[in-house]
């Protein structure tokens, strides 16, 4: 199903009860994010506010639901999505042998070409209200978080196009208000967007950007989409929606964009001038990116639809409504993964405390041994998947959506002193873990069913955890507190917490403890924390240890079986650490009175308890700065 501009959708929205309008004065500054967090979190509908101070109400959390997910594809159900790509791929891969089985593969091919994007020679929709004046101050643009470097345009579908191929691209790449007529744009160094930015610094020109808002929401979707280089995000936008997307040209530069979108900024960016200090901005990590140096878009125009609406969307602490955008990747790409990279893999989870690229679990159908080695290596070099830090491949009937069941699974199969590889390589540029930006330790854990051949040598892997651990085994002069819910429950792993700006070496006297008391590999794997995480709150834990850790730095081997990984903030470490590093991403007090005193006239229900109530407890030396530096 095709929609024409957010209006549509919104429409399907509430026809399916998936829509709450807030017809209340809500703040962009600040107050529409504690509220759509407080909503995200506990699972609730798409957000309209429609008084925002301005003409343009505000779209949020509308990809916050697998139901809502499906309906922003135009699909019922994710799943089909994965199916028919799958059937299409085999189909055009497959190796033909006669004329007629070619033939067969033909009305694929053109039903393919039937999503190609148009180029229509009239205005858009998105043209009705032109602004040759421009002032970005017209849209409700959010400040998301207290100590966000500025109001940050988050939705925003970016256009740019290779000087010398002709190439385009569309990309997810937040914008910095700086004044009315320019921002900042954050494309990293990986993206396409900055390929092209660099490629347009040796012609001596300037470079033409264009910025789509809303729209079917489908466009926003592709935009994200983890696409080879050069494929036009266009046609997957087509492909999913069953219809081929319209475009229209810019009226002050040569690119095309949608016909139905919302609004478009049109403008450049100038390679030969100065960069603009971006940032900072509380990221889809949970902690916040710092200001780094990024170019300037000089806006030359504004168009928009009459009925236009300014879609938005929040990151922050996990789960956030960007969780439902990676759900999708993992059903509709897996088709092209398993024929196109690795053929054994039979599924792909990236779990939500991993934000992405911290954690991706993969589950294979192995005939050989050294096959999990093979795809873990094969995998850190695959796409966007280069960003990954941790990665576990499974296989046999496991279910990796279950982490019990998955934890049961590895543990069962892992011998850590031969089924671990570490190794360096590129990492997200919002990583803060890492010794330097962009370049830092991974670690793929092979808990494959091993062969016969595999085998030999290997120590027990199913230690007994019905065992009782004396009280005195943990100096608790040390250690501040302990979980061994999944020691009791049969799994072999240990929390501990401890307070590191107290006691910088409690990261060690932690260490020597276990090496005297836990030489038989009690406990397989020990994860260490901050004292302000509580140890029994399982996704927290596993959210820190993957933000905070460098794999290859932050673990150590205990016993031959059993591994350490530190997952606490390392500016407290003997030394410091070279880098700044980022507090936790969460709303102000004073924000969250604001919302308290406002929650009954929006229609939401009982009052929902921001969640930044506990993540406050979470930033170190207070609330007023983001940085944490050694004392």
Known sequence: MAYSGLTGFIHSLEKNNQLVRIKTFIDPVLEITDITDRVTKNGGKALLFENTGTGFPVLIN?????????????????????????HILKNVTENKETCFEKLLTLPIILRLAGF????????????????????????????????????FITLPMVHTVHPETGKTNVGMYRMQILDKKTTAIHWQRHKTGAVHFEAWKKTDKKMPVSV???????????????????????????????????????????????????????????????PAWEGPFGDHTGFYSLADWYPKFHVTCITHSKNAVYPATIVGVPPQEDAWLAKATEKIFLAPVKMTIQPEIEDLHMPEAGVAHNLVIVKIKKSYPG??????????GAGQMMF???????????????????????????????????????????????????????????????NVEELAGRANVRPDCKQDIPDDFFDREIIKDINLSLFNDGIPILI???????????????????????????????????????????????????????????????????????????VYR???????????????????????????????????????????????KGTDEIIVEKP
């Not at 989409?225 to 997957?236: K, S």
């Not at 069962?412 to 002193?417: E, M």
């Not at 406990?523 to 460098?550: A, C, E, K, M, Y």
């Open 62 to 86: 509308a990809f916050g639901s697998d139901e809502r997910m499906a309906m922003a594809i135009g699909r019922r159900d994710l799943g089909e999505v994965g199916g028919e790509l799958e």
């Open 116 to 151: 190609l994007p148009s180029r229509l020679k009239k205005k858009g929709k998105c043209q009705q209200v032109i602004h040759m004046t421009p002032d970005l101050g017209i849209f409700p643009v959010l400040k998301c978080w207290p100590y966000d470097g500025g109001r």
């Open 212 to 274: 789509a808002l809303g729209g079917d929401p489908v466009y926003a979707y592709s935009a994200t989409a983890p696409l080879p280089e050069g494929i036009n995000e266009y046609i997957l936008a087509g492909f999913l929606r069953k219809k081929k997307v319209s475009l229209v040209r810019c009226l002050t530069n040569e690119l095309y964009v949608p016909d139905d979108a919302d609004i478009i900024i049109e403008g450049y960016v100038d390679p030969a001038e100065e």
């Open 371 to 380: 096959q999990g080695m093979k795809v873990i290596n094969a995998l850190f």
């Open 388 to 450: 990954t830090k941790y990665l576990v491949v499974v296989s046999g009937e496991v279910n990796i959506r279950n982490y019990y069941e998955l934890l049961v699974n590895v543990f069962a199969n892992v011998d850590f002193a031969k089924d671990l590889v570490f190794s360096n390589g590129p990492l997200d540029v919002l990583d803060h873990s890492s010794d330097v930006s962009s370049f830092g330790g991974k670690a793929g854990v092979d808990a494959t069913i091993k």
């Open 496 to 570: 501990i917490t401890v307070n590191s700006s107290e006691d910088a070496d409690a990261i060690d006297k932690v260490k020597d403890m276990l090496k005297n008391k836990d030489q038989t590999g009690i406990f397989r794997l020990i994860l260490i924390v901050d004292h302000t995480i509580d140890p029994h709150d399982l996704f927290n834990v596993v959210w820190q240890v993957l933000g905070n850790s460098d794999p290859q730095r932050d673990h150590e081997f205990i016993s031959r079986s059993s591994v350490f990984i530190d997952g606490t903030i390392k």
């Open 574 to 620: 003997k030394g410091g650490f070279p880098r700044r590093w980022p507090n936790v991403v969460c709303s102000g007090s004073e924000t969250i009175t604001s919302v308290d005193k406002k929650w009954d006239l929006l229609g939401l229900g009982p009052l929902i308890h921001s969640p930044s109530i506990k993540y406050l407890e979470l930033c170190r």
